[in-house]
């Protein structure tokens, strides 16, 4: 099996058996490895939500991404991971991204993809607009996003 990429900013969905499928078969000392996965919620701030639509600046999200997984692998002893973020229109329950991380043994991967999740989250150049009902909003990050990413010992660039 080939090597994946790192970082993929895609508008198709993606099939997390095969993805950890690969991440395993990348490094034989592999003995865990930690997943998340983030879906559309169909409510937003007490608001429903018909679609969320992403935008990125292709070249430099996939920089943003890879400086951010360079970090992990500085900070936990990982051997490898994956991200993979959708952008266009995206409707509830779609998925949205998936951070995976493999070492060997789980504290290391769950940390990492923690890590790795809390940093998407608020430094990852990404434009959200919701549709409501009451019409179309610009989704910014939450404090509570800038308090996970300080946990580990990061700024948010947000405030």
């Known amino acids: 099996m080939s090597v994946n990429p790192r970082v993929s900013i895609q508008t198709g969905d993606f099939d997390l058996s095969t993805e950890v499928a690969a991440l395993r078969e990348q490094d034989k000392r592999v003995g865990a490895v930690c997943s998340f996965i983030g879906t559309v919620r169909d409510r937003n701030d007490g608001q429903s939500i018909r679609t969320m639509e992403l ?3 292709p070249g430099m999200t996939e920089k943003a991404i890879e400086a951010m997984i360079d970090e992990a692998f500085k ?3 990982i051997y490898a991971a994956r991200v993979i973020h959708r952008v266009g229109l995206l ?5 949205i991204v998936l951070v995976a991380v493999s070492s060997a043994h789980r504290g290391e991967s769950f940390q990492a993809c923690e890590f790795l999740m809390d940093y998407l989250k608020t430094q990852a150049p990404f434009w ?3 549709q409501t009902p009451e019409g179309a ?3 910014d990050a939450r404090e509570s996003d800038d308090a996970a990413l300080a946990k580990w010992g990061i700024e948010s660039r947000n405030a």
Not at 91 to 95: A, F, G, N, R, T
């Open 55 to 57: 935008e990125h600046y």
């Open 75 to 77: 900070r936990f002893n």
């Open 91 to 95: 409707q509830p329950l779609d998925q």
């Open 128 to 130: 959200k607009k919701e």
């Open 137 to 139: 909003r610009w989704v």
